[in-house]
C-alpha cells in the first residue's frame, strides 16, 4: 500500500509540474496578446524604416569577365610533349585540380594588383571617405568577387557605383594578370637561361682537359654539351617571346542594369529581428509591473499592520496583557434592608 501510494504521489506530482508549465505557456502567451499592439507597431516601424534606408542607398552596377589558362601552358605544366599518356594524365589533374586557377586567384588578390588599379582608376578620389590606400584596398576588395568554377576557370565580378567604371575595372584585372604571369614567367625563363649557360661553361672547361678524360665519359659530355646547346636556344625564345598567358572567355561588358538591393528580404529580416526584440521587451516589462505590484502589496501588507499595532497599543491599558482590568462592585443597602441593585 506504502509503495502504491507512493507511486501515485509521484504520479501527481508530474501531473502537476505539466500542468504548471502549461500555465506558464499560457501566461507568456496572454502577455504577448495583451501587448500585441507594441509588438506590431514595433515591426512595422522596423520595416518602414529598413525600406526607406534601402531605397535611400544609391544604385550599383557589376560587370563580371570570366578567364581560362591557355592550353599551351596546361600542356606545358603537364609535360605532355614528352610524357605522352602520362602527361596526358598530369594534364587532366591539373584541369580537375584547379591548380593554376587558384594561382591566377592568388595574383588577382595580391597587393601589387590592388595598388595598380587604384592608381590606374584613381580610387583615392572615387571612393568616398577615404584617406589611406589601405582603405582604397579595403574597399576595391569589398567591390571585387573573384572565385574559380568547377571547370577551372577564373571569374571576377566588379561592382560600381558607374556602370562604365565597373566594366573597366574588371577589365583591367584581366591586363594585370596578363602582365603579372609575363613578369613571372620572364623571370623564370631567365634563371633557367643563365643556368643553362653555366653548365655550358663547366662543361667546357672539362673539354679543355679531354686528353685526361676517357672515352667513353668524352662521349657522354659531348652530347650533354649538345642537349645543353638546344635547351639553352630554347630557353632564349621562351625568354624573348610574348604570348598571352591567359583566354578571356568572357569579356566585360558595360552593365545595363543595376544589382538589386535586397530590400524585400533585408525588410522581412529586419521585421523578424523586431518581432524576437517586441515579444522580449513585452516579457520584460510584465516583469517589471509584477514586480512593482508585487512590491506595492507588500508595503500595503506592512502599513496595515503597522496600523493595527497602533491601534491595539491604543485601546490596551498599560500592563493590562491585552485584557481590561475588572473593578469590584461594591454591594449597598437599600432603604428597606435589601441590597441595592446596580
Known sequence: MTDERM???RLSSAGGSADDEEINLLDY????WRRRQMILRLCAVTMMLTVIVMCAKPRQYRSSVTIVPPLEILEKEAGVGGLGAMGNSMLRGIMDGGSIAG???EILESREVADSLIGRFH??????????RADARERLTKNTKIGTTDGGAVKIAVTDLDPNRAAAIAGAYVEELDRQNKRLSAGQA???RM???NRLKEIEQRFSRIENIPAHEARVQEMLYELLIRELELAKIEEARSMPTIQVLDDAEVPELPVGRG?????MLAGIAALMFGTFLALTLEYLRETK???LAREFERATRRRKAIHSGRTDPPGGNGQQKQEPVEATEGPAGRPAGP
Do not use: D, W
Open 7 to 9: 507511486g501515485v504521489h
Open 29 to 32: 502567451l496572454r502577455v504577448i
Open 103 to 105: 594561382m591566377y586567384v
Open 123 to 132: 580610387l583615392m578620389e572615387v571612393y568616398e571617405g577615404v584617406q589611406h
Open 190 to 192: 631567365t634563371s633557367k
Open 195 to 197: 643556368f643553362l649557360e
Open 263 to 267: 530590400t524585400i528580404k533585408k525588410a
Open 293 to 295: 505590484q508585487a512590491g
